[in-house]
């Protein structure tokens, strides 16, 4: 069986450290919680750490929080409905709930898969392009910069994937993004089987 995160040393973050340079964030996500009967990720950092977690659970109202490794949470990602467009999946920090920092919608035309709009003044939109199925997709920011990418994993399947993060991009909120995206994209979505 194929280890999810192998210790490999030293790693590109670290030998970057040592010639001062700052390299882009890389994070193994794994989607299963690590908790008996729950669904949800477990992402490990480059030195195989835990990082963030999601855990859901059945019985859950309909979101999904994006927890720290001590369990406290960074971002909560809730579906809401829309009235003749469809859905879209609101971003909220910690467990605020009166108040989304961003929005995601699927589409936005051309290349675009999923667009992500700030619903704060402080936020900068981004699209996304590529396929999260394949988990091969890209986050670009309002002046077409790569932000941050899912890629795939090598040989271990769709459930194990990478996310890389470029220097000065909120890892947390990066990490949220993709937990929207696998509430649109993924099969089958930790948000659906509750609330449809």
């Given at each position: 069986m194929a280890k999810v995160h192998p210790n490999v040393l030293p790693s590109p973050a670290e030998?970057?450290?040592?010639?001062?340079?700052?390299?882009?964030?890389?994070?193994?996500?794994?989607?299963?919680?690590?908790?008996?009967?729950?669904?949800?990720?477990t992402v490990f950092d480059a030195k195989g750490d835990l990082a963030y977690r999601v855990d859901?659970?059945?019985?859950?109202e309909a979101e999904v929080v994006l927890m720290d490794p001590a369990g406290r949470p960074a971002f909560t990602v809730r579906r809401k409905r829309l009235s003749l467009s469809g859905e879209q999946w609101l971003i909220f920090a910690g467990e605020e709930a009166r108040r989304p920092v961003y929005?995601?919608?699927?589409?936005?035309?051309?290349?675009?898969?999923?667009?992500?709009?700030?619903?704060c003044a402080a936020?900068?939109?981004?699209?996304?392009?590529?396929?999260?199925?394949?988990?091969?997709?890209?986050?670009?920011d309002g002046e077409r910069r790569a932000v941050a990418e899912v890629q795939p994993k090598e040989a271990v399947g769709t459930d194990v994937f990478r996310l890389v993060v470029q220097p000065g991009?909120?890892?947390?909120?990066?990490?949220?993004?993709?937990?929207?995206?696998?509430?649109?994209?993924?099969r089958p979505s930790l948000l659906r089987s509750w609330s449809s």
């Amino acid at each position: 069986m194929a280890k999810v995160h192998p210790n490999v040393l030293p790693s590109p973050a670290e030998r970057a450290a040592a010639a001062g340079e700052e390299e882009p964030t890389s994070l193994t996500v794994w989607r299963k919680s690590l908790l008996f009967n729950c669904r949800g990720f477990t992402v490990f950092d480059a030195k195989g750490d835990l990082a963030y977690r999601v855990d859901s659970y059945d019985d859950a109202e309909a979101e999904v929080v994006l927890m720290d490794p001590a369990g406290r949470p960074a971002f909560t990602v809730r579906r809401k409905r829309l009235s003749l467009s469809g859905e879209q999946w609101l971003i909220f920090a910690g467990e605020e709930a009166r108040r989304p920092v961003y929005a995601v919608k699927r589409g936005g035309g051309g290349k675009s898969m999923a667009r992500v709009a700030p619903q704060c003044a402080a936020g900068a939109p981004f699209e996304v392009e590529g396929s999260y199925g394949r988990r091969r997709c890209v986050v670009y920011d309002g002046e077409r910069r790569a932000v941050a990418e899912v890629q795939p994993k090598e040989a271990v399947g769709t459930d194990v994937f990478r996310l890389v993060v470029q220097p000065g991009v909120d890892v947390s909120l990066a990490m949220a993004v993709v937990v929207a995206l696998d509430q649109m994209f993924g099969r089958p979505s930790l948000l659906r089987s509750w609330s449809s």
